[in-house]
């Protein structure tokens, strides 16, 4: 498995900030339960590889890290403590940092674009919010949505999808439930940072992407406060000054 | 250990190159022939994390992973061979893209500043050379030219150098031996692509570092061809055009 973030981030931060990358390897590699559960297994090697490397913060990247267990959030919650406790760094999962930025946020319901989760992970990321206190009023995949014709689309391995899926789901998510406080957009491998900001004009809504919440913890933690525009709302939340 | 190459990479390659990274990890790594070949050892599951990944082109990043072991130049043709075969991709080890490099331009003898390499690895490095058919004129490192005071700075593990330090030694190896055809500049823990052009221009001379001729190997192997500027003369010779 691969994983686009790096990039992203390097375009979204601010002059000084370096990021690095390490995978887990993980033979036939597919988005579901089991090969994460797999790829799980070489998240402290990882983590130490980093750490080693004179990294300030960590971040795993890949929400369904964070839901793919049984034990869901509280299991989430142990790993990213077992993981700062090897690093000793802070260590982001961005599963967890979703949970963070909303409840920064105040928001407390939500309408969920899962792109190209399966309807296992489909269920798995309800409960992971539903046991953080959100109340998810709808989290639709591409399938679900008519967007996608076929199911054997989502269980094809791909490194990234296009960008006018991910803006058409958040849509049809937002006016199926208009009442949501926050529409959130999932999925690494949907690039997602160039299409908040349209997102958010066209709905009148706070919009936050697996990327958007991964990139506000990270920053968070290596205390940058400078003024990012143009990333949507959460991440203008890095300076102090709004 | 981790390393800088992706970044320079991502500055000099042309829009639409996209780098991704991972690392072995060895517990207290230093730069020394015994580590390395433990990092070695974690080649093949890079190579292959990276293939499975979707990249085109591989590099293996840190020129003395190419001669730590005794059998030198033999033994990495046979790791690049091995690699290639693993990941079913095009790879390139750093430390033969300067080989292949120098061997393009049809460059016979060479001046090395071999920056913050030890006594060891200088040696393992001469020999490298000496075995590609090239005459090392000098190979002199930081604490050979006097530029650091104390050999136990090499010793520690460092991420980076300063370019101030590897510019003055690269000068002092060309006035050293002023009919060496090339200087070579080497060391990815040094930041070398900011200053080549600076340098040809002072020398009047090419300059060949551990991160340009990795980049033009793997450009090279990617079938880029658009004019690069600016970074020395080996990069612009990428363009067919000159």
């Not at 597919?30 to 799980?40: C, F, P, S, Y």
């Not at 989430?76 to 690093?87: G, I, S």
């Not at 953080?132 to 996608?148: C, M, S």
């Amino acid at each position: 498995m691969i994983d686009n973030s790096h990039l992203e981030l390097m375009n979204v931060a601010p002059e000084g900030v370096a990021v690095y990358q390490t995978v887990p390897y993980v033979p036939g590699f597919r988005v579901d339960a089991g090969h994460i559960l797999q790829a799980i297994e070489q998240l402290e090697h990882c983590a130490l590889a980093l750490s080693a490397g004179g990294m300030d913060v960590i971040g795993q990247a890949g929400t369904p890290f964070s839901f793919a267990h049984d034990d869901g959030l509280a299991w989430a919650r142990k790993m990213q403590a077992r993981l700062e406790e090897v690093a000793q760094k802070p260590v982001t999962m961005m599963g967890l940092s979703i949970i963070d930025a909303l409840k920064s946020c105040g928001y407390e319901s939500v309408a969920v674009a899962s792109t190209y989760y399966s309807d296992d992970l489909c269920a798995r990321y309800t409960r992971f919010l539903d046991d953080a206190g959100f109340r998810v009023l709808t989290l639709k995949n591409w399938i679900h949505q008519g967007l996608l014709p076929d199911r054997r689309l989502l269980e094809q391995p791909r490194y990234w999808y296009p960008n006018s899926l991910a803006y058409q789901s958040a849509r049809a998510v937002a006016e199926e439930s208009p009442e949501a406080d926050c529409i959130l957009l999932t999925g690494g491998a949907v690039h997602t940072m160039d299409i908040i900001a349209a997102l958010e004009a066209d709905l009148q809504k706070p919009v936050i992407t697996s990327d958007s919440a991964f990139f506000w913890s990270l920053l968070t933690k290596l205390g940058v406060k400078e003024r990012l525009d143009g990333w949507g709302e959460l991440l203008s939340r890095l300076c102090p000054q709004g």
